[in-house]
């Protein structure tokens, strides 16, 4: 089976995402949960989810996150949308961007489309098979807190949520999306005279607009700058992806 969520409001794609995930592994505690980036993709590993079952449980999820917005990635992935759509696994894939030949195909054999943009949600017309709330939770977790804790540059309240974000083995590349999600979101905010603006959504806007305040002139450029070298370092393979973030973190 497979799902594709897609839009620039990264904080609503990743909710309903996780919220899905969570609604599955709920449902069925034994099943294995696996990810796939551009950055550990393989031809091999993706063949291997499509035909392969568990053991104990007869489904894996899948998370394949940004694999069509790679170019390495995205024409085999292209090649085996219809395998991965009636695999007995279950995919979900995530994208910012996408282009509209791409989501063409995708539309023929997904089992559901969505997408997330800030002042719009639209969705495909074939139904969901997964119930959930649109919350990103995990047990007393929720990761946008760290958002909010960066935001008021609260940094012994962030390295705390981030040390509890690794418990809950949240990869550190969700955790960079979201902080950069945040950054950008109270950029908008700084550079906007109105809401209508900024094509964010008013709880979205209000709250960094109270952010702001809290980041000198320069500052927030500065931090976005940093987060984009240590993403771009980290798939380099040039440093450890943890242990940069937390280390960013500490130095905020």
């Known amino acids: 089976m497979l799902y594709l969520l897609y839009g620039t409001d990264f904080k609503k794609s990743r909710e309903k995402l996780h919220s899905m995930v969570d ?3 709920k449902k069925k505690p034994d099943a ?12 091999s590993r993706l063949d291997e989810f499509i035909s392969s079952q568990g053991l104990f449980e007869q489904k894996y999820i899948v998370q394949a996150d940004g694999l069509l917005s790679d170019k390495k990635s995205k024409d085999f992935v292209l090649d085996r949308l219809e395998e991965v759509s009636q695999s007995e696994n279950i995919f979900f894939f995530i994208e910012e961007n996408i282009d509209k030949p791409t989501l063409k195909k995708i539309e023929k054999v997904a089992q559901k489309v969505q997408e997330f943009n ?8 074939r139904k969901f098979g997964v119930s959930g709330e649109w919350l990103l939770d ?8 760290m958002a909010d804790a960066l935001g008021r540059k609260d940094k012994k309240e962030l390295w705390f949520l981030y040390q509890k974000a690794s418990r809950h083995n949240i990869p550190a590349e969700e955790i960079y999306g979201i902080l950069l999600w ?3 979101s109270i950029l908008i905010v700084k550079n906007s005279k109105t809401v209508d603006d900024s094509g964010l959504k008013p709880f979205v806007y209000n709250k960094s607009l109270r952010f ?10 500065k931090i976005s700058s940093q987060l984009i070298s240590i ?12 242990i940069e973030m937390e280390k960013f973190i500490l130095e905020i």
């Open 23 to 25: 609604s599955l592994l």
């Open 138 to 145: 995990l047990g007393e977790f929720n990761i946008f807190n």
């Open 212 to 221: 702001a305040k809290n980041f000198k002139e320069g500052e927030l450029e």
């Open 118 to 125: 800030n002042n719009n949600l639209q969705s495909g017309s």
């Open 182 to 184: 945040q950054i950008r």
């Open 231 to 242: 993403y771009h370092d980290a798939r380099r393979g040039i440093l450890d992806f943890g």
């Open 32 to 43: 294995g949960f696996f990810k796939l980036d551009s950055s550990d993709f393989s031809e």
